[in-house]
């Protein structure tokens, strides 16, 4: 699996704060991209990036930004937590060959 | 948009059972992948497989892009197989679409 690690890996915050979440590959892949994850929702795209400072939306994409400054980095902020925005949030790369692998994820509560 | 559903949400076997685990899609796709959700969380990739038969060890898939379904097959299930596997499917722009998941109980 690609070499993919996300920080932190757990995270408490209050409503209204600001919060970034990194994810950080050493594969050199192209792609990226955030889902979320809620029970009863499965995993949900937040946003992608196909190349550095190249971005765009996903599913569910309202309350929350990305940016991309180099191949091998990707962060996601939340420019005002809400306690909707509790979640598990994922990094993924994907490889040439079109497989997604992902990180070991980020458990962010909002209070 | 693409819906992608998985069947059966919810699957109890004993150690040593074969299992099939199936994922409907509405639309053709050009890019079908199954993942499999530890119980630790963690998210492995299983098979990268739009169309035909691919197999790793225990495990094989079939996916039928002219019918718009693909099935994991899982033999000789060990304790290890426990957690959610799911199908996704690319909605265009190389962003995935995936199902609600099959939730795999292996008991000793």
């Known amino acids: 699996d690609a070499g993919i690690t996300q920080s932190p890996r757990h995270k408490v915050t209050e409503t209204g704060t600001p919060v970034t979440l990194r994810c950080h590959q050493t594969?050199?892949?192209?792609?990226m991209y955030w889902y979320r994850q809620d029970p009863g929702h499965g995993l949900r795209l937040i946003h992608y990036s196909y190349g550095v400072k190249d971005t765009d939306k996903g599913e569910v994409s309202d309350g929350y930004s990305v940016s991309r400054s180099k191949t091998e980095d990707f962060l996601l902020t939340l420019e005002s937590a809400t306690s909707s925005q509790t979640s598990v949030y994922f990094c993924a790369t994907q490889a040439n060959s079109y497989e997604q692998y992902f990180g070991p994820g980020t458990r962010l509560t909002v209070t | 948009g693409i819906q992608v559903e998985q069947s059966p949400p919810d699957l109890i076997l004993q150690e040593g059972a074969n299992s099939t685990l199936r994922c409907n899609f509405s639309d053709s796709v050009n890019n079908l992948q199954w993942f499999h959700q530890n119980p630790w969380g963690q998210l492995i990739n299983l098979f990268y497989?739009?169309?035909g038969t691919k197999q790793n060890g225990r495990l094989s898939a079939t996916t039928v892009a002219t019918e718009r379904y693909s099935l994991l097959y899982i033999s000789s299930s060990q304790t290890t197989d426990s957690g959610v596997y799911f199908c996704?499917?690319?909605?265009?722009?190389?962003?995935?679409?995936f199902g609600q998941g099959t939730r795999l109980t292996i008991n000793p």
């Open positions: 497989i739009p169309s």
């Open positions: 996704a499917v690319e909605q265009g722009a190389q962003k995935l679409v």
């Open positions: 594969e050199n892949h192209r792609y």
